[in-house]
């Protein structure tokens, strides 16, 4: 026929003629599975930053000419003044994992002929989480606690004058005009004191790793060796009112931790605005009261009435045969509550949300009959 080669034209071919990558009906690549290594975040809390204020623009140099004014006298504007580097509070963050270590405001513009003075350069903002301490040389010169706070990190440079600044009646043409300042500079250390509302606190290998992943979608690593882990996570207890409860596990503590024994400094300073604690006591190890006493002392010892604050105490892995005969015991040495879990199996997490909850609410009403704001996640 004819029409034969026409039509074998305009049938599509049976393959691609394109090169692999390009294909269409070639097969969707799948996505590579990422580690659970790579999935954690860590949780940074402290960063040095080195801050430099913006340098002042350079004072105007110049005499005004035109026709039949020859003579105009000076009109050399003064610069604009360098932005100054600010420190913002926002809730919205809650690491300082995105804070780099230097900053620089910018610039001022040079003052321009015509008395024009020079445009100030634009402040640089830096925003950190709600409890970030700010200190120089071991002081602190600045706790940032609320939602919008700011501290000015370095001031910017003032701006030079212009020779019109030192026109006067013995000078009538002036030739004098100063550069900008150059801005502050400091080196400054930020540390976050973590403001979740409830701290785990137990010894290494309590599970409070395991509790913090069963009760949230924080993924800290679990091993079965002690102090797996080495930074603290915040995790997010969602409730169906849209409530959102942060729960921070905080790495393990031993006996001597307030004189900074194994992670202890590091850490205990989370504990401080944790409004209320959960003690994680393994049930499996002989006499799990005294865990209970000796997390108690050291928390004490840190800073007084901080052992105080509202809590419950978890004993976990319920699961093990040992853990229910400590359990009795456990009931009767001690006189806060005591709710018995199993981080691994997930067995009674029900009550440990519900008590959360009305920790929480607690919480909240004190605060508002305080006149103050509680923090939300």
């Excluded at 350069?121 to 010169?141: F, N, Q, R, S």
């Excluded at 069963?214 to 882990?229: D, H, L, M």
Aim: hydrophobic share 35%.
């Amino acid at each position: 026929s004819p029409w034969k080669p026409l039509l074998l034209l305009l049938s599509p071919p049976a393959f691609s003629t394109s090169c692999a990558r390009c294909a269409k009906d070639r097969r969707l690549r799948q996505k590579r599975a990422i580690s659970e290594r790579q999935l954690t975040r860590y949780f940074v809390d402290q960063r040095k930053v080195r801050v430099v204020g913006g340098q002042g623009g350079d004072g105007g140099h110049s005499f005004h000419s035109e026709p039949r004014k020859v003579f105009g006298g000076p009109d050399g504007g003064n610069g604009g003044d360098g932005g100054h580097v600010i420190f913002k509070a926002d809730q919205q963050m809650k690491s300082l994992s995105s804070v780099f270590r230097f900053y620089q405001g910018f610039h001022g513009e040079r003052g321009g002929s015509k008395n024009c003075y020079g445009a100030n350069g634009a402040h640089m903002y830096v925003k950190v989480p709600v409890g970030t301490l700010v200190k120089e040389d071991g002081e602190v010169v600045a706790d940032l606690t609320q939602h919008g706070e700011e501290y000015i990190a370095a001031h910017g440079g003032a701006g030079g004058k212009g020779n019109r600044f030192f026109l006067s009646n013995e000078n009538r043409a002036p030739k004098l005009f100063t550069p900008g300042e150059p801005g502050q500079e400091r080196v400054l250390h930020l540390e976050l004191k973590t403001t979740a509302h409830a701290g785990l606190v137990g010894f290494p290998n309590a599970g409070k790793s395991s509790l913090l992943r069963a009760i949230s979608r924080a993924k800290p690593a679990v091993a079965a060796y002690p102090f797996t882990t080495l930074n603290p996570h915040v995790g997010i207890v969602h409730y169906q009112d849209y409530e959102q409860v942060a729960v921070a596990d905080i790495p393990g503590l031993i006996k001597g931790a307030h004189q900074n024994r194994g992670l202890g400094m590091a850490f205990l300073k989370h504990i401080e605005r944790c409004r209320f604690l959960l003690y994680v006591l393994d049930l499996s190890v002989p006499q799990p009261w005294s865990q209970l006493q000796d997390l108690k002392y050291e928390l004490e010892a840190y800073e007084k009435g901080l052992s105080e604050r509202p809590c419950v105490v978890i004993g976990n892995k319920v699961d093990l045969a040992q853990s229910r005969i400590n359990l009795a015991l456990l009931r009767e040495q001690v006189a806060e509550r005591v709710i018995a879990l199993s981080a691994l199996t997930g067995e009674n997490l029900e009550e440990l949300l519900l008590h959360l909850r009305e920790l929480y609410d607690t919480y909240v009403k004190t605060e508002q009959s305080q006149g103050q704001s509680p923090v939300k996640w």
